[in-house]
């Protein structure tokens, strides 16, 4: 017990907010962090606007370069982060819309889905235009995480976010 | 870059780097302490087992502390490689054909045990296919319908229906230019203006839709070859899918030329389309010119002018809408269609479409509201016919439920030149769709029809409508 309690102090000392020794161990907060090609001028956008970027609303950067999504498989953690904080629409709802933005011609280009997140990496880091997301812990140099609302993945106020599950 | 060498367990140092390390650190070794002690408490007395712990954790100390100094190590490799990696990104690299991940490159900079030992890096090799964005790429979605319908209309029978049976074909031709068609294939006759044309239950196919789009950016695109004309909403939402339709059916309004249109609801020329700067409120427009529709009356063969244009004048429309930012879902606009019609036997007829609509649709509700008016104007007299028309449509969807309600409305003038079998005609349709999976709906729908000069009729149509 003293040990634990020294251990605390050294921990509230240290400035950590990581909270008590006797608490359960938390699940990794991840964070989604958006990504775009290196070359991408781009270095923020607001939530509204990843939603239509995300939606197939905007369809080419401030560069020319046509806008291509990424998208992760059904299902996958980040995929559901994303439709739900970014989108805002269900699985379902999502299929939909850009299936039928496709069919009327409005979304000129289908996101690509990709399994891993190597893959999404892999993709963006090749396509000028290609914008995706990724587990922040994910990320590597190759590509170009961009802020959201003004706030880094790293950021207390940066608004996405996987679901945090208290571990028993 | 990723570390390629090191266990899942551990990636999390690696990943946080030495700052975290160090407030993780105390962190692990409190976790471990609690049950350690707790367990000790039970055995020996309180200040052995105080003394055995902070022996026991001295050691884990110096076992983490060894483990840190190999995975700082094991870091600076990895920055090495970012280092490559950055190398990598500058210098030009070409567009087409697979590239090499850079994570391979790193890697193949680095240790060969890194490569070998990495499964996302097997991975990797799993698909390349999905890399090659250079190869043209046709692809195929279709989309289908089979009903049964009864009707007490005169000279009707209940019958099995097979719908249009729709390949809608896409291609990314290069970054600028897409390919999309629409190639419907249709069994009955067709219907124009209450003339049938062809052979009763044989198949037909129609290329509906034939388009090369030129995307520049948000605010010009560029379409050329056979489109859906931007009159209204309807027209340009949902094409030729039922599936996509809450309802079994266009509304009469909207219905295809050769099932009895009143409308110029395809056109072949050039389509331009894109945003207007305007903030919140969300404006588009549109603006076509094309060969429009044919005239000649009646109507015994295809309406939509494909080859030539039976004048020289051109079908202009012009359409502009909003998608207000501040309420997701609605669209509000309007439209202006102008053309000159020929017709045999008749002077020549100054053809002007207005519409206008307002529409809102979010995935649980939808309120569809269109007019139209369609003025023809004959040339060197004085007579002009306007055809009011409109409908109203709403639906709620309950789970996979969705029941609707719409009224339309049609009033020709009995002596309106083009379409004179339209006169008037208005009613109610109601109806339940259900979705019986993310690609099937089952639908039944109840019309109630009155027309002006003959006997009103209802009809019940069930639906199965999907896209495959």
Known sequence: MIVAAAVLLLEVSSGSAAGGASAPPAVPDDTIAIIVNQSNTIDDLSLKDLRTVFLGERSHWPNGRRITLVMMDPGLSERRAVLRDVCRMSETEFSRHFLQGLFTGEVFVSPKTLSTSVGVRKFVFNVPGAIGYLRASDVDSTVKVIKVNGHRPEEADYPLRIEVRASK | ?468
């Not at chain 2, 840190?68 to 990895?78: A, D, N, R």
Request: proline share 6%.
């Open chain 2, 1 to 468: 870059m990723k570390s390629h060498t090191i266990a899942p367990a551990e990636c999390v140092f690696t990943r946080v780097g030495s700052g975290w390390t160090k407030r993780l650190l105390p962190l692990a070794l409190a976790v471990l302490a609690s049950p350690t002690c707790l367990l000790a408490q039970g055995v020996v007395p309180a200040a052995d087992a105080d003394k055995q712990t902070i022996q026991m954790l001295l050691q884990r100390i110096e076992k983490l502390e060894a483990r840190v100094s190999q995975l700082e190590g094991t870091q600076g490799t990895t920055a090495k490689a970012q280092t490559v990696s950055a190398k990598i990104q500058e210098a030009p690299r070409p567009l087409s054909g697979p590239a090499a991940s850079p994570a391979e490159e790193a890697a193949t900079s680095t240790t060969a045990q890194a490569q070998s030992s990495d499964p996302e890096q097997e991975m990797e090799h799993l698909e390349p296919e999905r890399m090659d964005m250079s190869k043209t790429l046709l692809r195929i979605r279709g989309f289908g319908d089979i009903n049964f319908r009864g009707s007490n209309q005169k000279g009707s029978t209940n019958s099995f229906a097979l719908g249009q049976l729709n390949l809608f074909v896409t291609s990314d031709i290069s970054e600028r230019f897409k390919f999309l068609s629409e190639i419907v294939f249709e069994s009955g006759p067709d219907n124009f203006y209450n003339v049938p044309g062809g052979k009763r239950n044989e198949f037909g196919v129609d290329v509906e839709r034939y388009l090369v789009q030129y995307s520049y950016n948000d605010y010009f695109n560029l379409a050329a070859g056979r489109y859906h004309t931007a009159i209204g909403f309807y027209n340009t939402a949902y094409h030729h899918s039922t599936w996509f339709q809450t309802t079994t059916g266009r509304p009469t309004l909207f219905e295809f030329e050769d099932s009895g249109g009143i409308l110029p609801i395809h056109n072949v020329g050039l389509s331009a389309s894109g945003r207007i700067p305007s903030g919140p409120l969300g404006l588009h427009y549109v603006a076509e010119i094309g060969n429009g529709r044919q005239s000649r009356s009646p109507l015994t063969e295809e309406p939509v002018q494909n080859e030539v244009d039976e004048n020289n004048f051109k079908a202009v429309n012009l359409a502009m809408f909003a998608r207000p930012e501040s309420i997701r879902g609605l669209q509000i606009g309007f439209s202006g269609y102008h053309d000159k019609l020929m017709p045999i036997a008749l002077p020549r007829i100054d053809e002007t479409i207005l519409a206008a609509h307002a529409v809102y649709m979010v995935p649980k509700f939808e309120w569809l509201n269109e007019v139209v008016l369609i003025r023809h104007a004959l040339d060197g007299t004085s007579q002009v016919f306007n055809t009011p028309a409109f409908y109203t449509q709403i639906a709620k969807r309950f789970g996979s439920y969705q029941p609707y309600f719409r009224y339309q409305y049609i009033n020709a003038s009995d002596h309106e030149p083009i379409f004179p079998d339209v006169r008037r005609m208005e009613g109610p349709s109601l109806g339940l769709r259900y979705d019986a999976s993310e690609s099937v709906a089952l639908k039944v729908q109840y019309d109630y029809n009155v027309a002006r000069h003959q006997q009103n009729y209802s009809g019940l149509n069930l639906q199965l409508g999907f896209t495959f």
